[in-house]
Each structure stands twice: as structure tokens, then as C-alpha cells.
């Protein structure tokens, strides 16, 4: 019997730069529902990728001093290991800059413009770079874009566009008629009541103030816009052509869910399903809408210090632990939000205390009262019906909520059993039962319930914890893992043996890792701080000019630093004794606010040696440190080679 199909997709990341955590929500609630469909027999294709053309990408390219294709190259690479780091099965990867993705869209863009639903115009009205989108006065927010806040320039030019407008009715009636098209319903209501029965415009599809896109094949001067690009991935992905498709299309279009980000809703629910409306192809099964998941109340920057990487997760709380976290975190209504005290919190309590415990200790009683064996259960009691049934309820709680994309309630109602199974043992106390070998009967029943319920969780977890699953199911010492096995409880094997019991999560010093955590978030906040005044930064103007005789009056000469001490009268001055090759000399100099004694003590300077001397607050100095402005505004000493003898004369 053929496998029912099953697609899915995310949306493709852009690759202006490295994903955070944030942005990796996605892939890995992606992953979680292809994996449970895959363990449920469906025929699974998860479809994920970069969007890697546009104005950003070719400034930021300009900015490093390198071409486009080589900032995307590089950038698609740690996409794509972020995706190995967390564990990702996805079947298709795709890149816009991909030569058949290209080909595909040039005939996309010439036979809308052929059948009339694209023509020639011109565009004037704000533009958002970052975000790569139009607006016009009345749609900005405090003057400023709505999407991302950021600023706008105007912008005119010659483009090509595509016919919203045309198609608003269709659109609006398809929506209110398919009630599942869109989910959560708040998306839905805001995509209808906000942006289409208000009246659509029609969509600038082109461009021609930047070159890296893929060119209007009859007019090379435009590019095509990112919106027929990108959103066309879903679709040339699987080997679609307007010329005749591939079997692969056929068999796995329409797609069943586009897994996409609530900012990117407009573009998903207005402009894509139009587009394959005009090209004559069915329209995706569901548009899912998650939420965002922000560093506490903010959203993650660098300037507040507050980005977290996927990878500087992993290697404190492990692929699983990280993955349990983003999958368990987000619910349907409002944001998630990622600190470090909740990942510590939930990690130590769910998967250390609740699930790592349960299975390490039932696999120690049952070494330690059968040698390993998983013994026949003999004497039931009624307290072991409630744990049976909510093991039997817990696969088919899960699969409900994953059909509703409710990863979170899937999450908790897994948890729930782990914590049932927990209290099963202290209701039931197995340690009591191995003291007396006439109550083994009764014991035998405990262990056997206590290891199939570890099954029915190490099952389930497999589309959700991968190496966790694995662990937990190598532990118990069992092969029975298909889905299909947990429709009944009772099938683990008696006679067989368990393993060896190793924890699987080591909790977490709270206190020791926030210390270590605050600093890094310091010390980021700094650099990206130092960074953005580097780009801000004006140095002085140039002074007059001088002749090479005025700049040979100035004797530049290398001392070394043997003593340093603050100016018990100044709050700014450090006082310097230099060994500058003549006997010594005292400097003073303003630098207080930003070294330390011990920071300079052993250190070669640069003095002007031919300075007058000079007495500053009480204290003699004879010469001056050269230093330079930094663009934070601090005063930054030039230090030279170590090397250079002591009154070494610079020209």
C-alpha cells in the first residue's frame, strides 16, 4: 500500500548573516513534525534552504570585500551546520542562487508577464532595505517601517508589477471559504481585516538600483524581486516548471504546511497564493503562523548584548536539551521567550529531575533486583491501572496536538507521563517490595510497568529528542520502536535484559553558569557597542599643514613602563616612571579613566621626549604619552613592537 505523502516547508532563512536561536525555532518545530509523520508512515518531504539575493546582501558583501556569491556561500554554510548541530532531517535543501531555482523563475516571471497579471510601471514610495519592502507614508509606524522599525528612504524607479488587485475577490472569498487555509485564526483575522479587504495593490515584482537577483530575461536591466524568488522556492524545490514538471512536483504538491514566521504571514497569505493562482497550480494545504521567541520581554540584538547562537546552546545543555527547550517553550498565543535562568530551570526539572531520573533509577532497581531481567508481570494492583491508561491516552494526545501544531501541549502532555510514572514509584515503592522475596510477584509488575512506560516515552520522544529516544530505548534494552507498538501497553519482551544505567542529563550549577553567562552578555554588549561607534566614528579634521623641518623639532622616542600609580589628586592622571635610554624620566598623563597601573607596568610607549616640562596637580612631568581617540571616545595608548630598545627615535 502506498504511503500517504506528506510535505512540508519552512521558510528559507535569509542569508544576510548567522541565524540566533530565535531563528532556529522554526527549523527545529519543522523537524519535530516531519520526524512524527515519518514515525506515523506518512511519505515525508521537509523542505528547508537560504534566500540569497537582494540589495542587503550585495551591500553587506561590498562592506566585507568580497562578491555576493561568496558572502552567501559562506553564510549558507553555517545555515547549514546550525541544521547539523540541532539535529535536522530535512530531505531538500534549497538555495536561491541555485542554477535550476534560477531558470525556473525567469520562465515564472515571463509567463505571468506573458498572460497580462505582470506588467511595466514605476515605483515611488519609502523603501525599508533590510526588509527589502515599499511602503507608503500612511502604512509606517512612528515614521519609521511597520515590520521591523527601522528607517526608510524614499525610493523611485522603473518596475514591473504584479496584479493583486486582480485577484483580491478570489483571495478573499478562498480565505472565508477554507477555514484551515490560515492558523492560528488571530492570523487569519489580521491578514483579512488588515491588509486585504482594505484593498490590495499591486506588488512591485522588479527592480533595477541593485544586480544581485536574477535578471527579467527580455529586459536585463531589471532584476526579479525577492517576492517571486523566494516564495517560487517551495515549488522549483520539487522540479516544478511551467514547461512540464517533474514526478517529484506531482507526487508532493500541494505542499500540506508552510511553517513561516507571523512577520512574513502578509507575504505568505496575499502574494504566494495569488501567484500560483495566476500560474494555474493549487495553493498550499495550511499556512502555520508561529510566534516569535525572544530573549526575556526584547528581542535579541547586539547591542543589548543578548543574542544566543543554536551552537553555544548545544554545548551546555546538549542538541536534546536545546530542542526541548524551543519545542516545549513556544505556545500558539504570544511570544516565547528565552532566558538563561528558564533554560536552566527547565532543563534540571524536566529533563534531569522528571525524565532522566525516572529512567535511571527503574533501570538501577531492576539490575539490582533481577539481575536486568525484565521479568513477567505477576500480581496487579488498581493503582496500576491509571498509569496504563495514560500511557495508552499519551500517543494519541500527542499526535492530536501535533495535527493542530500544538508542539508545546505535545510537549507537556509527554511530560505528564514521565511525571505519572515518577509518582507511580513513590505510590508504589519498589524499594520496600525487594526487601522481601514473597512480594517479587508484585515487584515484577511495578519494574515491567515502570520499563514499558519508559518504551511508550522513549517512542514518542524519537520525533522530538532523536539521541534522547535512542539512549533511553538502548537502556531499557528493547528494539520495539515503531509507532504503531504503543497502541497497546504490554509490549516490551519479557526475558529480556536491560542496560547499564547512565544518566542522561546532568543538572546544571545554576549559579556558576549565570555568572559565566552574564559576563559573555557584558562583554558582547561591549563589542557590538565598540562596533557600531567604529562605523560611526569621524576622525578630527586635519590641521594645517607643516614642513618636514617643524615635524623634525618633535623628538618621538620608545620608553618602557617600570612604575605606574594614580595622582592621589586627579581622578584622571597616572604617573609614569619610564626608562627612556637617557637614566629615566616621570611622565604624567590623563589616562586614568582607561587603564589601570598594573595595565601599563611593563609595557614599551611612544613620549614626545622634547616636551617642556610641566607640573599637573603638584606633579613634575617631563615629556607626554602619544595615544590616540578611539571611537568610543576613550584615549587609547599607541604601544610599539616590544622589541625596540628603550629611547629608540621614531622618523
Known amino acids: 500500500m502506498e504511503k500517504e505523502k506528506f510535505y512540508i516547508t519552512t521558510a528559507i532563512a535569509y542569508a544576510s548573516k548567522k541565524p540566533h536561536i530565535g531563528n532556529t525555532y522554526e527549523v527545529v518545530f519543522t523537524d519535530a513534525i516531519a520526524r512524527f509523520k515519518r514515525m506515523q508512515g506518512y511519505d515525508v518531504f521537509f523542505l528547508t534552504g537560504t534566500d540569497e539575493h537582494g540589495m542587503k546582501i550585495e551591500g553587506l558583501a ?7 556569491k561568496e558572502h552567501v ?44 497579471d505582470i506588467y511595466k510601471g514605476s515605483y515611488e514610495g519609502l523603501y525599508c532595505v533590510p526588509c527589502e519592502s515599499f511602503w507608503t507614508q500612511s502604512q509606517l509606524v512612528d515614521g519609521k517601517c511597520p515590520d521591523c522599525g527601522r528607517e526608510v528612504k524614499p525610493a523611485h524607479e522603473e518596475a514591473y508589477f504584479l496584479k493583486l488587485s486582480k485577484y483580491q475577490k478570489w483571495l478573499e472569498d478562498y480565505i472565508e471559504t477554507h477555514p484551515d487555509f490560515i492558523v492560528p485564526e488571530s492570523r487569519k483575522k489580521e491578514m483579512l481585516n488588515n491588509f486585504i479587504k482594505p484593498g490590495l495593490q499591486d506588488l512591485c515584482v522588479s527592480r533595477t538600483t541593485f544586480t544581485w537577483s536574477i535578471p527579467v530575461t527580455f529586459d536585463p536591466k531589471h532584476v526579479i524581486y525577492v517576492w517571486i524568488d523566494a516564495l517560487s522556492n517551495y515549488i522549483t524545490a520539487l522540479g516544478y516548471d511551467p514547461d512540464g514538471s517533474s514526478e517529484q512536483f506531482k507526487k508532493y504538491w500541494p505542499c500540506d504546511c508552510h511553517v513561516i514566521g507571523k512577520d512574513i504571514m502578509r507575504f505568505h497569505s496575499i502574494y504566494w497564493p495569488i501567484m500560483l493562482h495566476a500560474l494555474g497550480v493549487e495553493i498550499p494545504k495550511k499556512l502555520f503562523g508561529h510566534n516569535w521567541i525572544l530573549f526575556g520581554e526584547d528581542k535579541m540584538s547586539k547591542s543589548k548584548g543578548n543574542v544566543i547562537y543554536a551552537d553555544e546552546v548545544v554545548d551546555t545543555f546538549g542538541v536534546d536539551g536545546a530542542r526541548y527547550y524551543l519545542l516545549s517553550e513556544m505556545g500558539l498565543n504570544g511570544d516565547g521567550s528565552i532566558t538563561y535562568e528558564s533554560l536552566i530551570e527547565r532543563y534540571n526539572s524536566d529533563l534531569a529531575n522528571t525524565l532522566g531520573n525516572l529512567v535511571n533509577r527503574t533501570v538501577a532497581m531492576t539490575k539490582k533486583y533481577f539481575g536486568g531481567e525484565i521479568r513477567q508481570p505477576e500480581v496487579k494492583e488498581p493503582v496500576d491501572d491509571e498509569l496504563i491508561a495514560l500511557a495508552e491516552e499519551t ?24 511525571r505519572r510514572a515518577n509518582k507511580y514509584i513513590d505510590e508504589t515503592e519498589p524499594w520496600v517490595l525487594g526487601k522481601d522475596e514473597a512480594k517479587f510477584g508484585r515487584l515484577s509488575t511495578v519494574l515491567y510497568n515502570l520499563l514499558e512506560t519508559i518504551r511508550f516515552l522513549g517512542v ?9 529516544s535512542e539512549k533511553i530505548l538502548a537502556q531499557i534494552g528493547t528494539d520495539i520502536k515503531g509507532f504503531d507498538s504503543l497502541n497497546k501497553f504490554g509490549g516490551l519482551k519479557v526475558g529480556s535484559s536491560v542496560g547499564d544505567p547512565v544518566p542522561l542529563f546532568a543538572r546544571i550549577d545554576a549559579a556558576k553558569f549565570m555568572e559565566e553567562a552574564e559576563a559573555k552578555m557584558a562583554a558582547q554588549a561591549a563589542a557590538a557597542a565598540a562596533e557600531e561607534a567604529a562605523d560611526a566614528f569621524e576622525p578630527v579634521p586635519l590641521s594645517e599643514q607643516i614642513t618636514i623641518d617643524d615635524f623634525a623639532k618633535v623628538e618621538l622616542r620608545v620608553a618602557e613602563v617600570k612604575e605606574c600609580e594614580k595622582v592621589k589628586k586627579s581622578k584622571k592622571l597616572l604617573c ?11 611622565v604624567v598623563s590623563g589616562i586614568a579613566a582607561w587603564y589601570k597601573p598594573e595595565d601599563l607596568i611593563g609595557k614599551k610607549v611612544i613620549i614626545v621626549a622634547n616636551l617642556k616640562p610641566v607640573t599637573l596637580c603638584g606633579v613634575e612631568s617631563n615629556g607626554m604619552i602619544c595615544a590616540a581617540d578611539a571611537p568610543d571616545g ?18
Do not use: W
Open 395 to 418: 500517543p494519541k494526545k500527542v499526535a492530536d496536538f501535533i495535527d493542530q501544531y500544538r508542539m508545546a501541549d505535545a510537549m507537556e502532555a509527554i511530560m505528564t507521563l514521565a
Open 576 to 586: 609614569l616612571q619610564l626608562d627612556d635610554g637617557f637614566g629615566g624620566r616621570q
Open 634 to 651: 576613550s584615549a587609547r595608548v599607541i604601544f610599539p613592537d616590544q622589541t625596540l630598545p628603550n629611547g629608540a627615535k621614531l622618523r
Open 73 to 116: 556561500d559562506k553564510v549558507a554554510g553555517e545555515i547549514k551546520d546550525i541544521c547539523k548541530c540541532m539535529n535536522i532531517s530535512y530531505d531538500g535543501f534549497i538555495r536561491t542562487t541555485d542554477e535550476q531555482h534560477e531558470k525556473v523563475v525567469q520562465k515564472i516571471f515571463n509567463k505571468l508577464y506573458e498572460q497580462g
Open 460 to 468: 514518542i520522544l524519537e520525533a522530538f529528542m532523536p539521541e534522547t
Open 62 to 68: 561590498k562592506e566585507e570585500g568580497i562578491s555576493p
